[in-house]
């Protein structure tokens, strides 16, 4: 079944704008899910021949739909339809692991890079460690089923964790397991534009709007078990609260 099949023909007597009709028609075949989650859209000029209107009125269509986060590029190799948004609760103190289960995605990850040193100044000062204390240095890249959503870049204290290699899927698991998982964490959200190495490894185009969480996790004794920098897909994410009235 062709495209145009499936999503629709341009009506003669509308008078609306042409990207406008063709946007109805593509929002229209998402919701119904005829076009489906991470379908490729048909090429530009494609688009242009199938539905006798300009490369103008297409990149307007796809460019509309793609700030409303209905399409995503990705970097050279074309226009899909978006994966849907995940939500993340802000109020609970739970792992990527554990919110990919809770939506029914199968979570991984891809490392990039496992070390432990000695701690440098911003870590010492970031974790409350002493001079001179081991930490180990874990950099992932997260998945959800088969997409990057996520980069990160944790410090752990050595004594929180024996064998570094140990862990498997989930970092907050490998700390549960020697009693050192958070119990609480203040975090910092900064909105961030990816530069091209973090465009890159999460498959969207340099300049992609992403978010930058930094967390610090505490153990019930008040130390700090975790200092992480996440890089959040903007694409992705809605961050959700709930919020109580102070007064
Ligand atoms: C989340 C946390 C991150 C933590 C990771 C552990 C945010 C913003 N960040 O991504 O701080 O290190 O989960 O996930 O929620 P894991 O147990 O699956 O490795």
Known sequence: MSFVDRVGALSKDDPAPLYLQLQKL?????????????????????????????RITVRKTIGGLVEEGLLTRRRGSGT??????????????????????????????????????????????ALGLAPGSTVHRFTRIRFADEAPL????????????????AIGESLYEALARGGNRPVRALQRLRAVPFGAEYAKL??????HAGFLIERHGFKADGRVVEFTRSYYRGDIYDFVSELIDPN
């Not at 929002?27 to 006798?52: K, V």
């Not at 993340?88 to 979570?107: C, I, W, Y």
């Not at 999460?202 to 300049?207: A, E, H, I, M, Q």
């Open 202 to 207: 999460l498959d969207v185009d340099t300049g």
């Open 150 to 165: 996520a980069l990160e870049f944790s410090t752990i204290p050595g004594y929180c964790m024996d064998d570094p290699e």
């Open 26 to 54: 593509i929002r229209d075949a998402i919701s119904t899910g005829i076009l489906e989650q991470n379908e490729m859209i048909p090429p530009e000029r494609d688009l242009a021949t199938f539905y006798s209107v300009s």
């Open 80 to 125: 899909f339809v978006a994966s849907t948004r995940v939500e993340k609760n802000f109020s609970k103190l739970t792992s990527f692991s554990e919110d990919m289960v809770a939506r029914g995605k199968r979570p991984s990850s891809k490392w990039v890079s496992r070390t432990s040193g000695t701690v440098n100044s911003d870590e010492a000062m």
